[in-house]
């Protein structure tokens, strides 16, 4: 019984040109074996007869030579009309590109009918897709923009109402991230406001070219109407470290001097120090979880210090494109209070549910 099996003709070449991986008997049956050369396509095919017996002696040294032939880089092509073509350059010249689509075959392509810097290997992806702008302008285009909101009421015996909103946008390059997060918490009891408070952090790095080291600002500004100071803005700069900076897992810390300025009650300037932990975890395409931990040494009072902590979970919601629903906590506290404000804590505990989506 005899078999065809049909070969580009580059890869009979590869055949000969591979004694290292034939015996002399497999390359005289090769030598021997029956093949025409015909066109398909606009491609040369070759067909070689074998024998059953030969086939399967034979089949080893086909399917390991003939890997390199297998394996292309696919590309893509766009048209000048917007017409897209997927499969495999094989060559060019000034004028023309000659391209293989595993449809039409050996195309030959003018290059004036190919749009600008529109070949592309669809092995090389960018760091980060380009992003649209909001509402189809080109303000924030390149930012990755999400929004949550979480809401609980209560009436019966006791009426009171929970509301509680987070932004966050981020930018990030080659040289820079650019990191602008901000939540609000409000509250009543019995139809008052028990509590009010926000914060808007910005954070913007300045990565350095084959080093996990960076430079940073850190600009902060905090409202809480329960605290002594009502307002507090604050400034910081220094550098940090990319510990593991990876698609699925970054670490990075950093540290830095900067200052604090409240107004309230009694308005302060305070100088201190800043460090910082950050942590960005995705699992897989449904979860993600986050953690920020920052401590303020305060320089002018040994062994006084206030800290921020937040850590959050995101699922992914696989019915609603874009949309997640959200859990977790935010942490801080102060080591010098006013002592004679009955509101005043040493520290804070917020845990929050929200549903968020991208915009």
Known sequence: MLYDLKLPETALESLRLFPAI??????????GARHSLRYRQGLPVVTITFSLMSL????????????????????????????????????ETEDTVNFVHPILGLITLAKDKIAPN??????????????????????????????ALGIRGEEGNDISMDINAALDISYRDEKERKILSSAYYYETDDREK???????????????????????????YEYDYS?????????????????YKEKKFELRGRVGLGFNKTWGSDNEFDPEGLVGMELS???????????????????????????????KWGINVDFIKSFTLEFGLEHEYESLIDEDSKNDRHYDLIYFGRFGMDF
Request: with cysteine; hydrophobic share 35%; net charge positive.
């Open 22 to 31: 034939r015996s002399p008997e497999t390359n005289k049956k090769l030598n």
């Open 56 to 91: 399967f002696r034979n089949i080893l040294i086909v399917s390991v030579v003939l890997l390199p032939t297998v394996i292309c880089r696919a590309e893509v092509i766009t048209l000048i009309n917007g017409d897209v073509l997927n499969g495999e350059k094989l060559s």
């Open 118 to 147: 529109k070949v592309v290997n669809q092995e090389e992806k960018p760091l980060q897709e380009k992003l649209p702008g909001l509402f189809g302008t080109a303000f924030l285009e390149g930012w990755q923009r999400h929004i």
């Open 194 to 220: 028990d509590k009010s408070k926000g914060h808007a952090n910005y954070i913007r790095d300045w990565l350095m070219p084959h080093s996990r080291w960076f430079y940073y600002r850190f600009v902060r």
């Open 227 to 243: 605290k002594w100071w009502k307002h507090r803005m604050e400034l910081s700069g220094g550098t940090g470290y990319d510990f």
């Open 281 to 311: 975890w995705n699992p897989n395409e449904v979860h993600s979880f986050t953690s920020q931990f920052m401590v303020y040494p305060n320089l002018d009072g040994f062994g006084e210090y206030r800290s921020w902590a937040q850590a």
